[in-house]
């Protein structure tokens, strides 16, 4: 009788047991980088909610919990990383376009300065001319002269208007010339800036990813 009751009683006890185990996984405090089975399962904690997944800023395929922060953090800072590459690779071909354009423009601007210097030479000496010619016109007002002086009143016009024409370009092309300029030490310069700030995001989410957070 009192082994009955003792086998009883052992049964009794072990049954209990089965009832209020906990599962070990429930017992598990869930936090970044605790492994997980279920890829896409979610679970809310009172230290927020967490997600089964693959770590982005790792290459590897272990499923653990990660908080929704480190997921996002983590995410935008590998599309960061994709579109600071795509952007740097991009700026990078830009350069010989934009060196190019520097030359060419560079090329052009000595051309019409060359001709803004002729032009400036030849508009004293036709006004000097025009002087002139009025004075002869002034003693002997022959048709010759009159010519004379009417040619090189329009001569004085066409080199007064051709002067300021050239400088004209000569400001626009000072102008394009600074604009690619400026384009260049951009396209030379934003690479570092953007692989730095590609850094601080990564490390910003690796912070927040961090296990036990």
Not at 59 to 74: E, N, P, Q
Not at 123 to 132: F, G, K, W
Not at 141 to 158: Q, R
């Amino acid at each position: 009788m009192f082994r009955k009751i003792a086998s009883l009683s052992v049964a009794l006890i072990v049954a209990g047991g089965v009832m209020i185990a906990v599962p070990a996984d429930a017992s598990t405090k869930i936090s970044n980088g605790v492994a997980c089975k279920k890829s896409g399962q979610t679970i809310k904690t009172s230290g927020g909610t967490y997600r089964c997944t693959t770590n982005p800023l790792t290459t590897s395929k272990r499923l653990t919990w990660l908080s929704m922060d480190c997921v996002t953090a983590a995410r935008d800072a590998v599309a960061a990383q994709a579109n600071a590459t795509k952007t740097i690779a991009d700026l990078r071909a830009q350069i010989p376009v934009i060196e190019l354009g520097i030359t060419t423009e560079t090329a052009n601007r000595a051309e019409i300065q060359a001709k803004l210097d002729n032009a400036n030479t030849r508009l004293p000496l036709a006004r000097t001319e025009l002087e002139a010619a009025r004075a002869k016109l002034a003693t002997s007002p022959t048709p010759a002269n009159t010519k004379a002086v009417a040619d090189l009143v329009k001569a004085v016009s066409d080199w007064t208007a051709a002067s300021r024409a050239f400088a004209s370009l000569i400001r626009n092309k000072d102008v394009t010339i600074q604009n690619l300029e400026r384009a260049k030490l951009t396209a030379t310069n934003r690479p570092a800036e953007l692989t730095s700030s590609v850094a601080d995001a990564r490390q910003s989410a690796r912070l927040i990813c961090t296990k036990g957070y």
